[in-house]
Nanobody, 126 residues
Framework: EVQLVESGGDLVQAGGSLRLSCTTSGLTFDEYAMAWIRQSPGKEREGVAGISTTGSRTLYADSVQGRVTISRDNAKNTLYLQMNSLKPEDTGIYYC???????????????????WGQGTQVTVSP
């Protein structure tokens, strides 16, 4: 059974930083592209960052480009999202996600991801 468990969400002031983590089990982690998907109040789900199996390719949504960094530690089966210069519009639930099949190209299209964690809440105050 694939399990994804996010952590690191918090309440921070605008301009602050957070580091989200996602620990995984039940899959051969280094065979799967991973992504962080955001659900903000009143907005559709948005893929904010994605990373290939080796970490050689990363994708970022325009809304976070230059402020966030996605990374992975394949030895620890863990995915990360470093978020800097946070804005109130970054508020939302952040989900770690992966697909059903290994070795698929990384994408920000949240519809391509089949397994999701329970999410971690990020709240950015003005």
């Amino acid at each position: 059974e694939v399990q994804l468990v996010e952590s690191g969400g918090d309440l921070v002031q605008a301009g602050g930083s957070l580091r989200l983590s996602c620990t995984t089990s039940g899959l051969t982690f280094d065979e799967y592209a991973m992504a962080w998907i955001r659900q903000s109040p009143g907005k559709e789900r948005e893929g904010v960052a994605g990373i290939s199996t080796t970490g050689s390719r990363t994708l970022y949504a325009d809304s976070v480009q230059g402020r966030v960094t996605i990374s992975r530690d394949n030895a620890k089966n863990t995915l990360y999202l470093q978020m800097n210069s946070l804005k109130p519009e970054d508020t939302g639930i952040y989900y770690c996600a992966t697909g059903r099949w290994p070795f698929k190209p990384v994408t920000l299209d949240h519809r391509q991801y089949d397994y999701w964690g329970q999410g971690t809440q990020v709240t950015v105050s003005p």
